[in-house]
């Protein structure tokens, strides 16, 4: 567990991948600019000293991600959230059955999403079944804007989208991530619109959907959606480094989002490995509102908030128990590796290190 000024904070990374783009998993041009927009957005928000080369960026695989999510104790647990990109990589950017690998290796540390594309129709529908059966998946990561052929994107909001939905409530998948927002090169900036997730929402109550990276640049239509439905949360993956160069900006989106959501409809998440949550988590948790903000909006960034939005609102969506965790994780596997035991044992564990 994270230790922030003698307070234990629970995290878990709601956003987390383990792609492949190396050349020789490319297919499409459209790959290689997707991993050099990615890398783009690596470089801007990352601290110069923490930045990786192109080279250990296209392809950084399991045992790194592991020791960057959970060797210095800065995450306690992470949410897998695939990206297929079938049109753009031989084998998929990173696919749920990619991920599998490590969920299934470390399954006490990791959730393991799936996905699903309405352009696939009864094909499609089967292979949610089959990710249900097969991983018990409580969640679907869907990408709006991903190229199918001379398709570049679907809404959510279609006839055939709400078919998969509907199987997705009776499968009881109940958590739908959504990329709305940050256009990446070549994908289309509008087919990653939040404004369809109103009619899903609205329509389907019994579901959850996270809206992730809160529909930058959109927040407005994001926060005007989010504020009429109550199962509409907002995920912090690509807002969560602002804290760290754009602290201005970074006020400002977390005022907007206490202000319209409260706390605890909102969920970090590092994007990993667009960004490290070995030091996104301090810059997040280390950041401040401006006295303007905290002035106009009447909202605090204080202990409770911060103990809401880093583990506990995604340990509520997902039936995860902390104290539970706490206990098991004293000596599990990774604990044991990298030495963590002391973080979960006593009463005032050890700092995490930097």
Same mark, same amino acid.
């Given at each position: 567990? $994270?230790?922030?000024?003698? %307070?234990?904070i629970f995290v878990i990374d709601a956003h987390v991948h383990l792609w492949d783009a190396t050349t020789e998993n490319i297919d499409h041009d459209g790959g290689e600019e997707f991993i050099q927009c990615f890398y783009d957005y690596h470089t801007t928000f990352?601290?110069?000293?923490?930045e990786w080369s192109m080279e250990e960026y296209r392809k950084y695989g399991p045992d790194r991600m592991v020791e960057d999510l959970f060797g210095n104790a800065a995450a306690d647990m992470a949410i897998f959230q695939p990206t297929y990109l079938s049109d753009f990589y031989v084998e998929g950017f990173n696919t749920t059955e990619q991920n599998a690998e490590l969920a299934t290796e470390y399954p006490e540390r990791f959730v393991l999403n799936g996905s699903f594309d309405p352009r696939d129709g009864d094909e499609g529908l089967e292979y949610l079944e089959d990710l249900h059966e097969t991983y018990d998946i409580p969640g679907v990561k869907l990408y709006t804007a991903e190229w199918r052929g001379e398709s570049k994107g679907w809404r959510l909001?279609?006839?055939? *989208?709400?078919?998969?939905?509907?199987?997705?409530?009776?499968?009881?998948i109940e958590n739908i991530?959504?990329?709305k927002g940050p256009t990446i090169r070549p994908l289309n900036r509008d087919a990653f619109d939040v404004a369809d997730v109103d009619d899903a929402a609205s329509s389907f109550p019994e579901l959850n959907f996270i809206v992730e990276h809160v529909g930058l640049p959109r927040l407005?239509?994001?926060?005007?959606?989010?504020?009429?439905?109550?199962?509409? $949360?907002?995920?912090l993956a690509v807002a969560a480094p602002f804290a760290q160069n754009r602290p201005g900006k970074f006020s400002e989106i977390m005022s907007e989002l206490l202000w319209w959501l409260g706390e605890d409809r909102i969920l970090f998440g590092s994007d990993y490995a667009l960004w490290n949550p070995d030091w996104l988590v301090e810059e997040v948790l280390? *950041?401040?509102?401006?006295?303007?903000?905290?002035? %106009?909006?009447?909202v605090e960034w204080d202990l409770e908030t911060k103990k809401k939005v880093m583990g506990e609102n995604a340990a509520e969506l997902y039936d995860v128990d902390i104290e539970e965790k706490r206990r098991q994780f004293q000596d599990d596997e990774i604990s044991l590796e990298f030495d963590l035991g002391d973080h979960y044992a006593s009463e005032e564990p050890a700092a995490a290190d930097d």
């Open positions: 567990m $994270y230790q922030h000024n003698g %307070e234990e990352t601290p110069e000293e923490r909001d279609d006839e055939e *989208a709400f078919e998969f939905l509907e199987k997705c409530s009776e499968l009881g991530h959504a990329h407005d239509d994001f926060c005007w959606i989010a504020a009429q439905e109550n199962n509409v $949360y907002g995920g280390e *950041a401040e509102l401006t006295q303007e903000h905290r002035m %106009e909006y009447g």
